[in-house]
């Protein structure tokens, strides 16, 4: 692991382990084992780490590796399935922190992050490019699977991509803020739910 890399998982970790973000240069050294000299050769200032911090595993978090979904085969009630069961898995697996060797609850860096990530340059606008570039995923599964006749034609493709997506945010909202045990099994019990909607009836 490079060095910058290090000073910005070990002021991660302090800010985990005082449940908020105010860490000092002095802290970070210590922890680090980084000369205060050696953080500032890679960093100007400590709302520069903040930053880079935010971007790192706050904003990417909320990313989607449309890439490996994208490699999801199957007829359209499988690939719905499958990519929400492996977006819920990306999600609760979060980003790897190397230097860090315990397990660590990815929930407590959203918890701690959350205040930065609303302050970030664009987040919104960001938050907007993500999500869009989710609809435009799913909406080709969506025509792909009316196309060979598994899913109802006369239901508006924005709907049923919305519906989908309004379970994705709920049950993500659920495993962040009310704690529930991990996504995938609330999703493995609306799924079939939100299939019985959309499928093609004879």
């Known amino acids: 692991m490079n060095t ?34 050696g953080i500032y050769h890679y960093f100007s200032n400590k709302e520069e780490i903040y930053d ?31 990519v929400m069961a492996e977006i819920f898995k990306q999600k609760e697996t979060g980003i790897k922190i190397e230097s860090i060797d315990e397990e660590i609850d990815y929930r407590s860096i959203l918890m701690v992050l959350t205040g930065n990530g609303f302050s970030y340059e664009n987040s919104a606008e960001f938050g907007q490019i993500i999500l869009k570039e989710l609809r435009e995923f799913l909406t080709e599964i969506i025509e792909e699977g009316k196309k ?23 049950i993500q909202y659920n495993w962040e803020v009310y704690l529930i045990d991990d996504m995938t099994s609330e999703f493995e019990d609306i799924f079939n739910l939100e299939w019985e909607k959309i499928r093609f009836r004879e």
């Open 4 to 37: 910058k890399q290090l000073i910005l998982e070990k002021t991660l970790k302090l800010m985990i382990e005082k449940q908020n973000s105010l860490v000092s240069i002095r802290e970070i050294s210590t922890s680090s084992g980084i000369a205060i000299g």
């Open 52 to 82: 880079e911090i935010t971007e790192k595993y706050y904003i990417n978090y909320y990313k989607f590796n449309i890439d490996k979904l994208r490699q999801i085969k199957g007829n359209a009630k499988e690939k719905i399935h499958d």
């Open 148 to 170: 060979n006749g598994e899913i109802r034609q006369d239901l508006p493709n924005e709907d049923i991509v919305g519906s989908l997506i309004i379970m994705y945010m709920g």
